[in-house]
């Protein structure tokens, strides 16, 4: 009997193209595993059981055929409610939008169709990715695994627990202020925010347009970086994809880290951060300098003002893209409403969850006539303050090293009912996101039993800097898996 | 589209004049702001919802005061970070719209291949 649900791409590929296991068998062991956890894990909205088997034979056939086979031919994963996919119901983890089936694959979902990987199902999250814990939802609310009565972290929470506890070998999520690192760091696998402009987002259901990027979270920064080499590149269907080359981000583990320049930003060390995931954090370091790596001291002065000005820029541009839920064109309709108007009021009243009307409230407030130059404006120019930090801060240094969350895992309910408190959870994770950096989450042990993530960050496009990093980290520290 | 856009045409155009602007941002956002807010953001709220709004929002903008200790006076805003300006592309059908597959995602019945929505007065 195979051990799946640890089992990696390479081990996969391998596994399959000598036969020492058929698809069927790989399939039915994940499906099986779903089967056996989701009922107290709550990771899946929906799972494709029959497309999936039937994928498989497909495969299957393949190989008995004698064709080669793809890197991620057969390889089972799930995808966040937020990718729309062709035939299968796509929530946003929004009763807004539920019975939506979509007519169309989202780019990123048909490139990994066609290199052959297996849709098992689709994630639950906070809709339309609004927090951080999973709670905001009209679905289930995934549990963090290693904890039934903590969060799983969000917004990709149930693409986290997926991955972690092999429902899937690897997922997709979206991060817009933090919402694949986070739940990685508190689940305990990795999680990779692109460069903003990496990933088309073409069928993927829009947050805040200037800060959405489609994230991959998987058991291993190679794993990773199979998916991103897959994913990434021009799309003619998404114009905010600058024509940048798509390195070979496999080739990168050759690499060493010996050298290299890491620093830490006393700001990301300070106040707030919990004593546990500071020591994990701290250790992690030491360990990259025994790696060969170089530490230096930096400071992003501006990180302190990210949080306000990330919640003023996002709420806005959510205020924007959430106009278009309207209880006509997609998602269940207010059948009781007397003429078009009420239309509107009640299908959007009853379909969002509260906070996502709050953002929308938030937003149309920061826009409005009066208040445009106070907020928004004064938030998009913070924004360039945060981005040259980093800016300068790459001058000097190769990558940035520092904690992906403040705390570990929280209580469910704990910070529900205090949405700046929540909103607080993403203290270090959204000033990469509002530059456009990416940044990688990986696990670096564990504090109370609870996973803690170290997070690299690099300069635009320094994908393959921050994925050779976490490579060499990983190979030193083995995540433990949820028992 | 266009018949939505018809129907669109009666919604009504609600300035914010009735939303004085304030100098003082720190001052916490009123009742009828979140009711005009809510109105414009077509969302319905109970009392018990507005007064829960009324205190989050004004929690949370009094947070975004912060943002005021920056002097950001010779700073510009960054609205995007691809650089990316103008991107064009070539006026050609590379596919074939979906008409039906995207009428079957409206929860309304349709005419004509259009959505037959409720009516716009009563």
């Keep these: 009997m195979h051990n799946f649900s640890t089992f990696s791409i390479q081990q996969i590929h391998k596994g399959l193209s000598a036969k020492r296991f058929s698809c069927v068998e790989l399939v039915e062991a994940y499906l099986q595993r779903v089967h056996e956890l989701d009922s107290k894990l709550n990771a899946f909205i929906t799972v494709t059981a029959e497309d999936a088997h039937e994928k498989a034979r497909a495969v299957d056939a393949k190989i008995a055929r004698g064709e080669q086979i793809g890197l991620l031919e057969g390889v089972p994963m799930s995808l966040k409610d937020l990718f729309c996919t062709k035939g299968v119901q796509t929530t946003a983890g929004s009763k807004i939008l539920e019975g939506f089936v979509p007519p169309y694959d989202a780019t990123s979902v048909a490139r990994l169709k066609s290199a052959g990987a297996v849709l098992l199902g689709k994630n639950t999250e906070d809709e339309f990715g609004h927090g951080a814990s999973s709670e905001n939802t009209g679905f289930s609310v995934p549990r963090n695994p290693w904890d039934t009565s903590r969060v799983a972290g969000g917004s990709s929470g149930g693409s986290a627990v997926a991955v972690t506890t092999g429902m899937a070998v690897f997922a997709l999520g979206t991060d817009t202020g933090g919402s694949v690192r986070q739940p990685a760091a508190l689940c305990g696998c990795v999680g990779l925010k692109p460069t903003y402009g990496r990933i088309s987002r073409y069928g993927v259901i829009a947050m805040a347009s200037s800060l959405d990027t489609v994230g991959i979270l998987a058991r291993s920064s190679q794993d990773i970086a199979v998916v991103l080499s897959t994913i990434a590149g021009k799309d003619p269907l998404d114009s905010t994809l600058p024509d940048v080359a798509v390195p070979d981000y496999l080739a990168v583990f050759k690499k060493s880290v010996r050298g290299m320049k890491v620093g830490i930003p006393e700001e990301y060390f300070g106040e707030g951060l919990e004593d546990g995931v500071r020591k994990r954090v701290e250790e992690a370091v030491r360990t990259l300098e025994s790696l060969g790596m170089i530490v230096k001291q930096v400071s992003l002065p501006h990180t302190k003002y990210g949080v306000a000005a990330y919640y003023i820029i996002c709420p806005s541009e959510v205020s924007a893209n959430m106009a278009r839920y309207d209880g006509i064109k997609y998602g269940p309709t207010a059948n009781d409403a007397r003429d078009l108007s009420e239309v509107y009021f009640r299908s959007r009243s009853r379909g969002f969850h509260p906070e996502v009307q709050r953002r929308i409230m938030i937003g149309t407030y920061a826009l409005s006539t009066g208040y445009y130059d106070a907020y928004y404006l004064k938030a998009q120019k913070i924004r360039t303050l945060v981005k040259q930090d980093f800016e300068e801060a790459f001058g000097e240094v190769d990558v940035l090293a520092a904690p992906v969350s403040p705390t570990v895992a929280f209580q469910l309910g704990e910070k529900s009912q205090d949405p700046l408190a929540m909103y607080m959870s993403d203290v270090f994770t959204i000033p990469a996101s509002l530059a456009g950096m990416p940044a990688v989450s990986v696990p670096c042990g564990m504090s109370d039993g609870l996973p803690v993530g170290l997070q690299i960050i690099g300069p635009q496009f320094g994908e393959e800097r921050i994925l050779t990093v976490a490579n060499a980290f990983e190979n030193f520290w083995k995540t433990p898996t949820p028992s | ?122």
């Design chain 2, 1 to 122: 589209m266009r018949l939505l856009r018809l129907v669109e045409k009666k919604r009504r155009r609600t300035p914010l004049r009735s939303v004085r602007a304030r100098n003082d941002i720190s001052m916490p956002i009123t009742r009828d702001q979140i009711l005009h807010i809510a109105k414009l953001s077509r969302l319905e709220m109970t009392p018990e919802e507005i007064e829960r709004y009324t205190e989050q929002l004004g929690s949370i903008l009094e947070y975004m005061d912060i943002l005021h200790e920056v002097d950001t006076s010779k700073v510009e805003p960054t609205f995007q970070v691809t650089g990316l300006m103008n991107v064009f592309s070539d006026d050609t059908v590379s596919r074939k719209s979906p008409r039906e597959e995207l009428l079957a995602c409206s929860p309304l019945p349709k005419e004509k291949q259009q959505i037959k929505v409720k009516a716009v007065f009563e």
